[in-house]
């Protein structure tokens, strides 16, 4: 197993953030996506220039339940 941080390779003056989100279901899902793209103050962040974070190092996937409560 290996750390977030030795996966993204993080610089020791450099944080690794990890984040989720769960949502209702796959239409919630592509609501919310959806909504997201459309706002406006996400088109100031999508230059890959001015991003706060290296999107190469950025890792991301999805998950299905396989035990719930």
């Not at 944080?15 to 769960?22: D, E, G, K, L, S």
């Not at 796959?26 to 459309?38: F, G, L, P, S, T």
């Amino acid at each position: 197993m290996i750390s977030f941080k030795k996966a993204a390779e993080a610089e020791e003056n450099e944080t690794v953030v990890f984040a989720w989100i769960v949502f209702e279901s796959e239409i919630h899902r592509d609501q919310v996506n959806k909504a997201v793209m459309a706002d406006p103050c996400l088109s100031k962040m999508t230059n890959p220039d001015a991003m706060p974070f290296d999107c190469k190092r950025m890792a991301y996937d999805g998950f299905i339940v396989i035990v719930s409560h």
